[in-house]
T-cell receptor, first 114, second 116 residues
Framework: EAGVAQSPRYKIIEKRQSVAFWCNPI?????LYWYQQILGQGPKLLIQ????????DSQLPKDRFSAERLKGVDSTLKIQPAKLEDSAVYLC????????????FGPGTRLLVL | DQQVKQNSPSLSVQEGRISILNCDYT??????FLWYKKYPAEGPTFLIS?????DKNEDGRFTVFLNKSAKHLSLHIVPSQPGDSAVYFC???????????????FGKGTHLIIQP
């Protein structure tokens, strides 16, 4: 069974530029999560999707971050414009359904904002 | 306000001995707890979990203990092996009314180093 796929693996941009990350969850997984992991911290939930609907985006900085999962499969997370403090690893995870508490993580996208 | 705390940033254990990683939480609504293991440049990998209705769950060399009254859980690895060297994250979730689970709340992690 293929795992959660993410791209790109690394990205370096200058502040005020835009960036987008892509995630393909495990086949059949209805629930998809985006986490932000700043160096030295644990992952922090940004947004949770159930199929193509948003379940929880309470910790998403909506003035600059946006995410979508249009067809209920792949998802993109965008930052526009980026700030220095957005430098982090962005992790995508999926689970079979909302009632399934074990989440499976992708390798992450490491973002450096200069 | 950290709801899940791992107070030991690192832990060094000799190969073959027991590794004990600790985790404390403050939110009494948490009802499911998980441990994840993370190698450099990889995403976290699920290791073991425990529901709040249990006080122990065992899977091979890994055992998780939950003390609800103390809001404390621990992960025991016996015997410790070199491949266990990684960062271990404690995570917790709350079951929402109507079913379903929240996203996970993670601790900062403990870097376990197994010495030969």
């Amino acid at each position: 069974e293929a795992g959660v796929a993410q791209s790109p693996r690394y990205k370096i941009i200058e502040k005020r530029q835009s960036v987008a990350f892509w995630c393909n969850p495990i086949s059949g997984h209805a629930t998809l999560y985006w986490y932000q992991q700043i160096l030295g911290q644990g992952p922090k939930l940004l947004i949770q999707f159930q199929n193509n609907g948003v379940v929880d985006d309470s910790q998403l900085p909506k003035d600059r971050f946006s995410a979508e999962r249009l067809k209920g499969v792949d998802s993109t997370l965008k930052i526009q414009p980026a700030k220095l403090e957005d430098s982090a690893v962005y992790l995508c995870a999926s689970s079979l359904d909302r009632g399934w508490k074990t989440q499976y993580f992708g390798p992450g996208t490491r973002l450096l904002v200069l | 306000d950290q709801q899940v705390k791992q107070n030991s940033p690192s832990l060094s254990v000799q190969e073959g001995r027991i590794s004990i990683l600790n985790c404390d939480y403050t939110n009494s609504m948490f009802d499911y707890f998980l441990w994840y293991k993370k190698y450099p440049a990889e995403g976290p990998t699920f290791l073991i979990s425990i529901s709040s209705i249990k006080d122990k769950n065992e899977d091979g060399r890994f055992t998780v203990f939950l003390n609800k009254s103390a809001k404390h859980l621990s992960l025991h690895i016996v015997p410790s092996q070199p491949g266990d060297s990684a960062v271990y994250f404690c995570a917790a979730s709350v079951e929402k009314s109507g079913g379903g689970a929240d996203g996970l709340t993670f601790g900062k992690g403990t870097h376990l180093i197994i010495q030969p």
